[in-house]
């Protein structure tokens, strides 16, 4: 005789069933979640360059009633002054206007006890940026531009030509830096140097040197020293600790 449980009675007895059964007597084990252990370290790196280029504002400056009279005056003079530059052994790419105004004042008076303004002489200024890319002459140029007519000489302003590169390679030694400080942290705590979790650059710096500036608009041939500048790189550097 076969006897034939419902699915509901079925159901009543699985439920008593887990409802007296010792749960306390089961060893179920523990599920601990670990905090990642890490360190944080920060790594530097710097380097000093020799200034490689130096650069010039030129410029030239009229004052004359007569509008075309001032443009041509300084136009004349400036024209000279390039083609001296030329000369001189800087390429054409080397020579870039920066500013170029014509303007009237106004001059002011007074009619019967009123303030009034009428026109005044025409003002005309020209600049251009002549760049050295032999720093050795720099005290050659700057006597040539002081003598060529100029009206004011700003410079020479010296720069490195291209840090792209040792930008980069600053990069890799920050980062070794940071990873040396790390292992002995590490080290010291009985532990392992692990994997990186996370990298973050910090801000370039470049710190320029002072130099002995040319004497401006009075003759120049002043000695001039380029100097250098040093080139730092820095990066802060999550590691992982085993």
Known sequence: MKIILSPIILGLVLLLGFYFLPWKN?????????????????????????????????????????????????????TAIIEAVKNFGIKKEDIKTQNLSVYQSQQTYYDNG?????????????????????????????????????????????????????ETSLLDDAMKNAREKAEKIAMAGGKKLGKVISVTEGISQTKIYPIMAAERGGGGGAPIEPGSQTISKSVTVVFELE
């Open 26 to 78: 089961v060893n179920w084990g523990n599920i601990k979640f670990l905090a990642q252990e890490t360190v944080t370290v920060s790594g530097e790196a710097q380097s000093k360059q020799q200034a490689q280029i130096a650069s010039f504002n030129v410029g030239v400056s009229a004052v004359n009633d007569d509008k075309q009279k001032a443009v041509d005056e300084v136009s004349q003079k400036i």
């Open 114 to 166: 009123v303030l009034k303004q009428k026109p005044g002489q025409w003002q005309v200024n020209n600049t251009v940026l002549v760049t050295l890319r032999d720093v050795s002459r720099a005290s050659e140029l700057t006597d040539l531009l002081t003598k060529g007519g100029a009206t004011n000489v700003y410079g020479p302003n010296f720069t490195i030509d291209n840090t792209i590169q040792p």
